[in-house]
């Protein structure tokens, strides 16, 4: 970082264009990623993540009502998943900074704005480079560790394109003590299961991304720390913004609507990840030795979440943790018993057929409560913002596997 922060001077005079300095964040995580390592992806490692990926897609068949939703399978190294998810983490981030750089500009005292002129623009120049800095080393933590484009449970990639993480795979595979090859078929499975969800479910991406954007509108942000924050800067000395932590200066406002955006957003991130686990458990089922074991490792790693999303939490006031993945699970596996497959995948047809947070205290009688799906969406008006009409990216639904396919399944 410190070769870029050399530069502040430069990026100070510049006009921002956002509330973020983009193309600093950028820098600060490829150094990052740089200092750290970033292994470039092998010809093996490129055709094992594609090899992996397609047998995903012929395990899920049967797991699930949808055919396939990948329309390209790719290995990214970790600055690839910087450079392919920046677009969604541009819109997800912009509303949390242009708050934290008006609270900036609120520290100058009136009195003293009008004598700062043109002078004042600097001050949210000053704020962007400051948060694209910060913002740049969480990204290239979380670079580090991400398995897959889905990894975290949001539609980071673009629709359609299954990506796995090879360099990161391996190493946690080395983690877990389990055969590197086993570790990437499961994340292939899981990666799989994601795009199959948000390429059926058109209107899930918008409704994934709305919840955290609606959550985000109702962090404050506290000015005493922005204060301090500022008050370790030298204006001699560039440098000294390195030293400059972020953290705590976001914290939720703890009104009725916040706590009822905080469960909306709790409560999708579940269902998402509670669907993926129990459809990758149900298709791994006996075809993987170890598939038990990698899927309570994978519910802990989802539910506690990584030093690199703490990290990230902090930053912008975002937790991006399934909080209830567990009874999510036993919710979809309860609706796949009492209504089949194709019920209860048709409960994504339209949100407002998802369980709510109540329905997980009891997901039995959700699933036997005798919902008769074409009454129910017939009643709905497919017209209005959110319906199934609407199309994830990328438009037109993939074409189905070939199933003539006799690939060995196992």
Request: charged residues 20%; proline residues 7%; contains cysteine.
């Amino acid at each position: 970082m410190q070769q870029f922060m050399s530069q502040l001077q430069h990026l100070l005079s510049a006009p921002g264009s956002g509330p973020v300095n983009w193309d600093l964040a950028r820098q600060v995580a490829a150094s990052q990623l740089a200092a750290a390592g970033d292994p470039a992806v092998s010809p093996f490692e490129r055709n094992a993540v594609e090899e992996s990926l397609r047998i995903a897609d012929l395990w899920l068949e049967p797991a699930t009502s949808w055919p396939t939703g990948i329309r390209t399978s790719v290995a990214w190294n970790r600055n690839e998943w910087i450079f392919k998810t920046l677009d969604v983490w541009r819109k997800l981030c912009d509303p949390v900074a242009s708050r934290m750089v008006g609270a900036m500009g609120d520290l100058v005292p009136p009195e003293a704005r009008a004598q700062l002129g043109p002078m004042q623009s600097m001050v949210a120049t000053l704020g962007g480079a400051l948060f694209g800095g910060q913002l740049g080393q969480a990204l290239g933590s979380l670079a580090a560790e991400v398995l897959s484009a889905g990894d975290i449970g949001l539609p980071l990639g673009p629709a359609g394109t299954a990506a796995l993480v090879p360099a990161n795979i391996r190493a946690y595979g080395e983690g877990l003590e389990l055969p590197e090859d086993e570790v990437r078929l499961y994340v292939a499975l899981r990666e799989a299961a994601h795009q199959r969800l948000f390429q059926h479910v058109p209107w899930l991406r918008g409704h994934v991304l709305a919840a955290v954007e609606n959550y985000a509108a109702g962090i404050r942000v506290n000015r005493e720390a922005i204060e301090e924050a500022m008050g370790r800067v030298d204006p001699t000395d560039p440098e000294s913004m390195q030293a400059i932590a972020l953290e705590g200066i976001f914290t939720p406002e703890d009104t009725p609507a916040q706590k009822a955006s905080l469960a909306r957003l709790e409560t999708v991130l579940a269902l998402v990840e509670g669907w993926v686990c129990h459809v990758v458990d149900s298709a791994a089922g006996e075809r993987l030795p170890n598939v038990v074991r990698l899927g309570e490792a994978f519910r802990r790693r989802r539910a506690a979440g990584g030093p690199a999303e703490q990290t990230f939490a902090a930053l912008v006031g975002l937790e991006l943790r399934p909080r209830r993945l567990r009874e999510a699970s036993v919710l979809w596996a309860a609706l796949t018993e009492h209504r089949g497959i194709a019920g209860r995948d048709a409960v994504w047809g339209h949100p407002d057929l998802l369980p709510s947070d109540d329905d997980f205290a009891d997901p039995v009688a959700f699933a036997a409560g005798g919902l008769d799906l074409d009454d129910e969406l017939a009643s709905f008006d497919f017209s209005a913002p959110g319906g199934p009409q609407e199309q994830a990216p990328g438009g037109d639904t993939p074409p189905r596997l070939d199933e003539g396919d006799d690939t060995d399944k196992s």
